[in-house]
């Protein structure tokens, strides 16, 4: 596996499983309905915003993340990040290795901590975010409409850098 910066052609191999995985409704609180553009500009574009992809041994894209600053002006130390793993590739360490690259990345950059403002709570990944460090600052109830387990919370969660 190879983790690298994004470019602008990546996209076109991204947007296949960012579809699919927001569509189903289970881990962003972004609208399923996302079209492509709209969903291009979430990813990749904003004031500060790092984009990394993992390619696999074959040079396939299996998953994909990005760093912002959370906050701007005296807040900018803080930063937020995305991630998505291709399901079709899960379960080989992507997501974990990605993770540990955009950690050590957004410490480079000199941001001193890193925020989630919204864990769908019934996410697999909390306990990969958990193990990394984060933990859970609170959790607004009832805030998601999940498609299969109803009105679930929505953690903020943190971990200093």
Same mark, same amino acid.
């Not at 901590?113 to 919204?118: D, G, L, P, T």
């Given at each position: 596996?190879?983790?690298?910066?994004?470019?602008?052609?990546?996209?076109?191999?991204?947007?296949?499983?960012?579809?699919?995985?927001?569509?189903?409704?289970?881990?962003?609180?972004?609208?399923?309905?996302?079209?492509?553009?709209?969903?291009? @500009?979430?990813?990749?574009?904003?004031?500060?915003?790092?984009?990394?992809?993992?390619?696999?041994?074959?040079?396939?894209?299996? @998953?994909?993340?990005?760093?912002?600053?959370?906050?701007?002006?005296? @807040?900018?130390?803080?930063?937020?990040?995305?991630?998505?793993?291709?399901?079709?590739?899960?379960?080989?360490?992507?997501?974990?290795?990605?993770?540990?690259?955009?950690?050590?990345?957004?410490?480079?950059?000199?941001?001193?901590?890193?925020?989630?403002? @919204?864990?769908?709570?019934?996410? $697999?990944?909390?306990?990969?975010?958990?193990?990394?460090?984060?933990?859970?600052?609170?959790?607004? $109830?009832?805030?998601?409409?999940?498609?299969?387990?109803?009105?679930?919370?929505?953690?903020?969660?943190?971990?200093?850098?």
């Amino acid at each position: 596996m190879r983790i690298r910066e994004f470019r602008t052609d990546d996209w076109e191999r991204i947007w296949p499983f960012w579809r699919r995985i927001v569509a189903a409704g289970e881990t962003y609180a972004w609208d399923p309905a996302t079209d492509e553009p709209e969903a291009r @500009a979430l990813w990749t574009t904003g004031a500060g915003k790092r984009v990394h992809v993992v390619e696999d041994a074959a040079g396939g894209i299996v @998953a994909t993340a990005y760093v912002k600053p959370n906050y701007a002006g005296p @807040a900018d130390g803080v930063a937020n990040a995305g991630f998505m793993v291709d399901p079709d590739h899960g379960g080989h360490g992507y997501g974990r290795a990605l993770a540990e690259h955009v950690l050590a990345t957004a410490k480079a950059d000199g941001y001193r901590a890193m925020v989630f403002n @919204a864990v769908v709570e019934t996410n $697999p990944a909390v306990g990969l975010w958990t193990s990394l460090g984060f933990t859970i600052l609170g959790t607004v $109830p009832d805030a998601y409409d999940h498609p299969r387990h109803g009105r679930v919370g929505l953690h903020i969660m943190h971990r200093a850098l």
